[in-house]
């Protein structure tokens, strides 16, 4: 006991240098800790109970809790080493088996020498004792036991090979399995008790020995023939077993179902036209039930003995490699190159039912059914999404970019959607023509996730329908008028036709499919990757406000990059409109700082109004805003973001404009305090218009504020006090208010006694109505 408990103590001291990876420099401590731990008289109840007689109910709760977490997540790893390690766990075992009758043998081996030289021994006293006699008396003494009678048991050995040879001869194995039971018994009964002489002894042995050789031959070669039936062969392996050669039994069981199924397999015949999931089907049924009946006939004959289910398991891997390998050669290969992911789907599907049935009796086939068929799968995956990218593409080179509600498709599965509006079976949306090939073709894909769950595929799919909804958004950029010059700088745009986008309506409607797509149908369609607890609130449109907390953190950063892609669309919009708003036709430009540096000096008293571009922002907002109002219903949130946004791009490319604050600050001549009047009116317009709309973001008051605040400094170079140049602010939002009322056409009638030179009088209509027009165009 001392020497156990001191190797304890060294291998504990030796593995406490490291824990979790940490090293432990207090090796002394550890070891005096655990010392206590390897005393005998440890009473692990006693040490409980001192060392947590202070803790609550709720905290001893907690603790057992814990304890049974970390019991599962060692139970978790066990597994996990014990997979990993498999076939060096089979191979050690077969090497203790054949250890162990390598053993058997010596020990015999040994037995029959002990024997040999005890008998020796006996002889050589027998001759000693006799030389002290007469010689004529040892001779006698020889003469008299070679004369004497055979006893009982040397008449019982002559006649027992007799009949071991007449049972064998005649096959009755029960009864020769008998004999050799009864003749290992008189010779171990022999050999103990000295009652046979050594040499017969062992020549009885030799031939017991023999004819149990030969009853397994006879056994073998019985159980191989094609017409054994599954009694005969459970009899002829369970006798071999009895024999003392169970690894030849069990392999031989093993082999007998294997030539089985190859001679089943030879009636089916798999054809290029045939049906895959039918082939599938019927070639399944043939491997799992030989294996299942391989795993009976185990069970039945050798019970659970660890030796004999692992070499089970094995086998059956084996087979399940070559069932997969076929599979994929005449099932999955041509549908997965053709991107025919739901034909793929069903194969697999269908193997894995098959091999799920298994699982009861002790054999998980399953996870390297999912091993061996993902690359199909994923060859599947990648296929089908180009086809969804392809197709889209094909569409949006005639889409007329007008937004519809879907018409009736039949489905592949049987399924359909209907076109009526009012209806509560499913919500429909409006999209283009090619939007609705593209989502339909997604909630199609989406309806086969079993694969893709099972083989942990979820992220791999998410990143494809990314990559595919990104090559859509590229389209719909190419679709925006002025964006071919930008072509190459679209990722994976490649050389691809588009229907261009000529109207502001098909411009904003490129923007409804991206939004609309992004933002609901896409993320729901991808929630039935989610776990099957959550599978009741993606179909549900009462709860499509939680749609958000529904969805997995990997998911709700899959919907992130989703949005970013439709944000480049927006932002491409923005700014061709922001462009066409700057810019005329011949490259000049709408907004200079001439614009405001050579007001002073020209006109004494000018009709203060917003300048041009700011009416022509204002109009190009309204109607914008017109139009999103009716395409984004129940989304105004998109509307107004897209409003913000194209405000904002005008904005700030004048703040960003160094050529023009260059003319500002340093220009040909000082901004005098008309111009800075008219500046300061035209942010103060942009503000108030903003504003009235609900669209003025912070970022756009603060862009704003500092324009302001950088003019101001420009004409402050020149007077020391720029705001006593500036009418009070009430006359700012008096001709922003003005001037909203006469561009939407709901001006007031203008007052008699109103001085039309003062600052708050007005353009004329006619004015008006030409900036208006022009800002349409």
């Known amino acids: 006991m001392a020497s156990v408990k001191s190797s304890r103590s060294r291998g504990s001291m030796g ?32 040490y409980f109970q001192s060392k947590c007689q202070s803790l609550n109910e709720k905290e001893i709760r907690q603790l057992c809790s814990s304890f049974l977490d970390m019991k599962k997540a060692s139970a978790e790893e066990m597994r996990r080493s014990v997979f990993a390690n498999y076939a060096a766990f089979i191979c050690t075992s077969s090497e203790i088996s054949d250890l162990e009758g390598e053993l058997l043998s010596i020990r015999n081996l040994l037995s029959t020498r002990a024997a040999l030289i005890h008998g020796l021994a006996e002889g050589v006293k027998i001759d000693t004792l006799s030389s002290t006699f007469s010689g004529g008396s ?9 004369d004497s009678e055979p006893s009982d048991i040397e008449k019982w050995s002559v006649e027992f090979t007799d009949l071991l040879d007449v049972l064998l001869a005649e096959r009755r194995v029960n009864e020769a399995l008998n004999a050799f039971d009864e003749g290992e018994m008189v010779t171990a009964e022999a050999n103990a008790k000295k009652t046979l002489d050594p040499a017969v002894l062992k020549s009885l042995q030799t031939a017991i020995t023999e004819r149990k050789q030969k009853l397994a031959d006879q056994l073998s070669e019985g159980a191989c023939k094609p017409s054994t039936c599954g009694g005969e062969l459970r009899a002829a392996v369970s006798a071999l077993k009895r024999l003392g050669d169970g690894p030849r039994a069990h392999n031989l069981l ?20 045939s049906y895959g999931g039918a082939y599938t089907a019927a070639l399944s049924q043939l491997v799992f039930s030989a294996i299942a009946q391989a795993a009976s006939d185990s069970l039945a004959v050798f019970g659970k003995e660890p030796v004999y289910a692992s070499e089970l398991v094995m086998w059956a891997t084996e087979q399940i490699e070559a069932f997969a390998l076929l599979v994929k050669r005449h099932a999955l290969a041509s549908s997965a190159a053709a991107g025919g992911f739901r034909a793929a789907a069903e194969c697999v599907q269908i193997a894995l039912s098959h091999g799920s ?7 998980a086939l399953c996870p390297v059914l999912l091993k061996l068929f993902r690359p199909s799968v994923e060859q599947a995956l990648v296929a089908n999404l180009k086809r969804i990218e392809e197709s889209t593409a094909a569409l949006a080179a005639a889409d007329d970019w007008v937004l519809s509600y879907p018409p009736t498709v039949s489905r592949h599965s049987g399924r359909s959607f209907t076109t009526s509006i009012g209806s509560g079976l499913t919500s429909q949306h409006k999209l283009s023509s090619s939007a609705h090939r593209f989502n339909s073709m997604v909630q199609d894909f989406f309806e086969d996730v079993g694969p893709l769950l099972s083989m942990q595929l979820g992220g791999q799919t998410l990143e494809g329908i990314f990559q595919v909804f990104n090559s859509y958004i590229n389209l719909l950029i190419k679709a925006l008028p002025g964006s071919m010059e930008e072509e190459g700088n679209l990722e994976g745009s490649g050389i691809k036709i588009v229907q261009m986008a000529e109207t502001e309506a098909q411009q904003i409607a490129l923007l409804a499919n991206a939004s609309l797509l992004a933002d609901e149908l896409l993320p729901r369609a991808a929630m039935k990757l989610s776990p099957p607890n959550q599978a009741g609130v993606k179909d549900d449109p009462s709860k499509r406000g939680s749609d958000r907390q529904s969805l997995h953190p990997e ?31 011949d490259g000049d430009t709408h907004l200079s700082a001439d614009l405001y540096i050579n007001i002073d000096g020209i006109v004494d008293q000018p009709e203060w109004f917003p300048s041009p571009i700011f009416l022509e922002l204002f109009s190009k907002l309204d109607i914008v805003g017109s139009i999103a109002a009716d395409m984004f219903v129940g989304r105004e949130r998109f509307a107004t973001l897209l409003l913000m946004r194209l405000a904002e791009t005008l904005i700030l490319w004048l703040s960003d404009d160094q050529s023009f604050w260059d003319d500002m600050e340093e220009g040909p001549r000082p901004l005098g305090p008309l111009g800075l009047q008219q500046f300061y009116l035209d942010m103060k317009f942009v503000i108030y218009f903003s504003s009235q709309g609900r669209y003025l973001s912070r970022h756009l008051n603060q862009v704003i504020n500092d324009i302001i605040s950088r003019a101001m400094s420009a004409f402050g170079t020149t007077v020391l006090d720029p705001y006593s140049e500036l009418p009070e602010e009430e006359w700012f939002i008096d001709v922003c208010q003005d001037a909203v009322e006469r561009l939407t056409g709901k001006g007031k009638a203008i007052n008699g006694d109103r001085d039309f030179n003062s600052p708050t009088a007005s353009i004329s209509a006619q004015s008006v109505s030409s900036l208006r027009s022009h800002g349409s165009s």
């Open 15 to 46: 593995s406490g240098k490291a824990v979790n990876g940490s090293t432990i420099e207090n090796g002394p401590q550890l070891e005096e800790k655990l010392n206590l731990f390897m005393n005998d008289s440890f009473d692990a109840d006693a």
């Open 138 to 146: 040892k001779v006698h003494g020889v003469s008299n036991y070679n």
């Open 254 to 273: 093993l082999n007998a179902h294997y030539q089985r199924f190859q001679c089943n397999m030879q009636s089916l015949r798999p054809s290029s036209t």
């Open 357 to 363: 049935l298994l699982e009861a009796r002790g054999l």
């Open 555 to 585: 998911q709700r950063e899959w919907k992130r990059r989703l949005q970013k892609s439709v944000d480049r669309l927006r932002d491409s919009f923005c700014q061709q409109h922001a462009l066409d708003l700057i810019f005329t036709e």
